[in-house]
């Protein structure tokens, strides 16, 4: 298997705010998100240029809701994490634990 595909920072958190929201990650809710937990005020453009590059990377699928009335009939686009994204994520996550090992920048040692 081929090792998943290096996570750029953003990439990253808008993964973690799509794990978060499960079914209800949508462009709206993600930038939600994104500013409550990572106070992060993201552009829509911004995040929509990143939700389609992670799924030409395979990190993320989408699917359309309903049509809705207050949305002028169109469906929103709800995002999920893949198998491979999940992947990208943790070997992320590994990566940072092993930089930060030892190091003392948040208080406490993170040995």
Same mark, same amino acid.
């Given at each position: 298997?081929?090792?998943?595909?290096?996570?750029?920072?953003?990439?990253?958190?808008?993964?973690?705010?799509?794990?978060?929201?499960?079914?209800?990650?949508?462009?709206?809710?993600?930038?939600?998100? $994104?500013?409550?937990? /990572?106070?992060?005020?993201? +552009?829509?453009?911004? %995040?929509?240029?990143? =939700?389609?590059? !992670?799924? @030409?990377?395979?990190?993320?699928?989408?699917?359309?809701?309903?049509?809705?009335?207050?949305?002028?009939?169109?469906?929103?686009?709800?995002?999920?994490?893949?198998?491979?994204? $999940?992947?990208?994520? /943790?070997?992320?996550?590994? +990566?940072?634990?092993? %930089?930060?090992?030892? =190091?003392?920048? !948040?208080? @406490?040692?993170?040995?």
């Amino acid at each position: 298997m081929k090792p998943p595909a290096p996570l750029g920072e953003f990439e990253h958190i808008v993964l973690l705010a799509i794990l978060r929201l499960e079914d209800k990650a949508y462009g709206v809710t993600i930038r939600g998100e $994104l500013a409550e937990r /990572a106070g992060r005020e993201v +552009a829509p453009g911004a %995040l929509y240029t990143t =939700l389609d590059r !992670l799924e @030409d990377k395979g990190l993320v699928e989408s699917r359309l809701g309903d049509p809705t009335a207050e949305r002028g009939g169109r469906a929103r686009r709800y995002y999920s994490v893949t198998a491979n994204g $999940l992947r990208a994520i /943790a070997a992320a996550q590994r +990566a940072l634990r092993s %930089l930060m090992e030892g =190091l003392n920048i !948040l208080g @406490d040692s993170l040995a």
